[in-house]
Structures are given as C-alpha cells and as structure tokens.
C-alpha cells in the first residue's frame, strides 16, 4: 500500500517443515498487504536457502535459537533486532522463545507487534487459539493485525532440476519416516514395502523421501520391492516440491515433506495415528486424504492404497 507506515517489517518463524509449509499463505498476505516495505525473515537456517527465491522477503537472518545460558547470542541477537529499524514484527511463531524475543527489544523501542506476546500492540486475542488448525489461527492472527484475506500455499516459485534422479515418467512418493522420538506416527515400513509392491504391479515407480538418518527404512522397502527409487539424504526442499509437482502421487506419515507434496497439489494421502490430531495439523492443499486409526498397525495397505486418488 503505498501510504504503508511500515517500511521495515520482521517477520519471525522458526518452526519445522510442517509448521514452515503452513505458513507459505500468511507470508504471502503480509507481502501483499505490504508491498513497497522491507520484509526480513527471521528462520532457522534449513530455510534460508528455500526462501530466498519466494519473492516474500527482501533479506533472511538466521536464527540458532540459543539456548538460556548462551548469553553472548542473546546479547547479539538483542543487537540485531533493536538495530534492525523495524516498526512492525509479524510473530508467526508465537511461542515462548518468541516471546522473549519481543521483550528484547525493550519497552521503549518496541515496534508494533502481531502475536501472543503478553503487552504486544496487535494481540491474537482468541483463547481458543490453541485449539485451531494452524491454517486457521494465523489466518485469524493476521486478520486482527489488520490482514483481512490470506491466499492458498503457492509453490510455483520453486525450481529444481529434478531429472538427476532419473526417474520413471509416473511415480508415487512414500515418506515412511518422521521424528524419531514419536515412533507412534508412522505406519509399519512392511506396510510401505508391501504398498511399494502393490504400486510396481500397476507400472507405478515408488520413490522414497526422507533424510539420511532414515535410510534403513528405504533399504527394509527396497528388500522386498527392488524397483522402489531410494531418494533418502538426496532431496532439498526445492527437490521435494519439485517432486511431488510432477508425480503421480504421495502418500506418507504426519511429517514435513508430506505437508509439501500436499502445497505442491500433488495428490496426497496423509496417516493420522493418535500421537496428533489432523484437526490442529492435517495439512492443506487441493487433493488431500487423511486416513487416522489410533494406531496404524491396524491401517491396511488395501485402505491406503484405495484413497489415492492417482493423476
């Protein structure tokens, strides 16, 4: 907007993937309903590199979220944000770490202030917040600071050169991992195996995602379907939206690349157990299918495989 008074603007989010992902529609709307200001994001460094071509930020600081006893960065990070000129901070992390962050700032230079922060200027004054879709709190979150309309993820600005994991020409994902300390949120990998194989016999190529920690998981699929592409330790972000914008489809456990796939419209089948709730975190695109059991050993291959809705 052109009589905008906010010409330097922060915006801080330092969540995973999942919560990054989600996030892609609120940080569009704060570039829309502020054009012409300077907007730095304050991330995590997984993220800088991703960003960099989204058009939503003109500069991206990093964040090694210090720990309390690391004083040293807190007194630098303290310097950056008050030298840092910003008149409003668009907190879409909203958690108690970034709430210490609006105190460092200090009373009299407090910039204005979207969030949680207890005496911020722009409050997400809903008590109920917390039991909201992700999508839906920040949409509500924005609207209070006077952000009336946020749009859709949009991954169009991606690219990445895809064509070195020479794959075949109709592929599905399978993201079989997750966080290693909730084991509870991913169905059996013999399940993903036995879905590989199941794929193959429909001239399906099954392409597996994940880090190199979870690389034993694509060597116990691949043992029993040898045609499953194994990717793991392979993909950046830009490969994985890139991915999922051309394959077949993707099926996975509630975890951070399967948020993507769903941004990027591939069609996607996403495994709910008890350990989360798809009513807070499911995620969000234009051909989504979630499939929750308290516990996914009792989720079959036949259940999964017929909710993918194939392109």
């Not at 922060?10 to 300077?38: E, M, N, T, Y």
């Amino acid at each position: 907007m052109a009589d905008d008074p906010h010409k330097n603007i922060l915006v801080i989010k330092l969540g995973a993937l999942g919560d990054i992902v989600l996030a892609l529609g609120p940080f569009a709307a704060i570039r829309q309903h502020h054009p012409h200001s300077k907007i730095t994001l304050l991330t995590t460094p997984a993220f800088e590199k991703f960003f960099e071509p989204s058009g939503y930020f003109d500069e991206i600081w990093t964040d090694t979220r210090p720990a309390l006893w690391q004083v040293p960065d807190w007194l630098n990070l303290k310097s950056r944000l008050r030298q840092g000129g910003f008149t409003r901070v668009y907190d879409m992390q909203t958690s108690d770490r970034s709430g210490w962050y609006f105190r460092l700032f200090g009373s009299k230079r407090r910039p204005e202030w979207s969030g949680i922060a207890r005496g911020c200027s722009h409050p997400h004054a809903n008590p109920e917040r917390d039991f909201m879709h992700s999508i839906e709190r920040q949409e509500e979150q924005l609207a209070m600071a006077g952000i009336p309309t946020v749009p859709p993820a949009d991954l169009s600005w991606v690219t990445a050169d895809t064509k070195r994991f020479d794959l075949a020409k109709r592929y599905v994902l399978l993201v079989p991992g997750g966080a290693p300390h909730r084991l509870a949120k991913r169905w059996p990998v013999a399940r993903y195996a036995e879905l590989a194989q199941t794929l193959t016999g429909q001239d399906i190529q099954p392409v597996i995602l994940g880090s190199l920690a979870e690389a034993s998981l694509a060597q116990e699929i691949r043992s029993v379907c040898s045609s499953a592409k194994d990717l793991c330790g392979m993909t950046e972000l830009t490969d994985i939206a890139a991915l999922a914008g051309d394959a077949a489809g993707a099926i996975g456990n509630d975890t951070g690349p399967i948020h993507m796939t769903a941004a990027a419209g591939c069609p996607t089948v996403v495994l709910f157990s008890a350990a989360s709730d798809p009513a807070l975190t499911a995620p969000r695109g234009t051909d989504i299918e979630v499939l929750q059991r308290d516990n996914l050993v009792d989720l079959s291959v036949e259940s999964v495989a017929a909710a993918l809705r194939l392109r």
